[in-house]
């Protein structure tokens, strides 16, 4: 069986201080991570993936994730927010076993003010 | 390249009525997902083909959801009758890889259901 947890579900912050976006994972198997962002009106993207190579993932627009198997934790992360940072952010976890099943996080609401 | 098409992107039918969905892939994506995402959650994995055969469906409502993936390419999921509370956009993602690979996601298609 595997989960995900993101630990917030709305994060406010002001423009140009540091996000951060919580996630805690669950899995059975050796994981995927993914964070995918979602503008309103517009399509899920992805940020970023961790698939068992580096740990420190590097993203998108400046957001990275660190891979921290012993606290089973996937945080996203960005040093200056931006006012198009301003979105829903999904974590997903997923494996090649368990019929490549990928579970998403509720999403975290990322607000940001001028 | 193309992205993933959806249509229609907005569906208002009264309830016991039936609906349609269709979703073209990425060309060269054998995995196919279908998710249901109410407003305010995460999106919801319905059912995952990989090329014509389905991975897992275990989250679908049999009852009254139906989808096919006819040679592997196109999809339709199929609502019949509907209830108010399949009220939700209804996303189709492809992948090029079995499990661990991003997942591209079309822009949805919202369903009220009244």
């Known amino acids: 069986a595997q989960s995900v947890t993101q630990l917030d579900s709305h994060v406010s912050v002001s423009e140009g201080t540091p996000v951060l976006l919580r996630c805690n994972y669950s899995s059975s198997y050796s994981p995927s991570l993914f964070w995918y962002v979602q503008h309103p009106n517009k399509g899920l993207q992805l940020l970023l993936k961790y698939t068992s190579a580096a740990t420190l993932v590097k993203g998108i627009n400046g957001f990275e994730a660190e891979f921290k198997k012993s606290e089973t934790s996937f945080h996203l992360t960005k040093p200056s927010a931006h006012m198009s940072d301003a979105a829903e952010y999904f974590c997903?976890?997923?494996?090649?076993?368990?019929?490549?099943?990928?579970?998403f996080g509720d999403g975290t609401t990322l607000t940001v003010k001028p | 390249e193309a992205g993933v098409a959806q249509s229609p992107r907005y569906k208002i039918i009264e309830k016991r009525q039936s609906v349609a969905f269709w979703c073209n892939p990425i060309s060269g994506h054998a995995t196919l997902y279908w998710y249901q995402q109410i407003l305010g959650q995460g999106p919801k994995l319905l059912i995952q083909f990989q090329n014509n055969g389905v991975v897992d469906d275990s989250q679908l409502p049999k009852d009254r959801f139906s989808a096919e993936r006819l040679k592997g390419v196109d999809s339709t999921l199929k609502i019949q009758p509907a209830k108010l509370e399949d009220s939700a956009v209804y996303l189709c993602?492809?992948?090029?890889?079995f499990g661990r690979g991003e997942q591209y996601f079309g822009p949805g298609t919202r369903l009220t259901v009244t």
């Open positions: 993602a492809s992948s090029l890889e």
């Open positions: 997903v976890v997923s494996t090649d076993t368990n019929a490549g099943k990928s579970t």
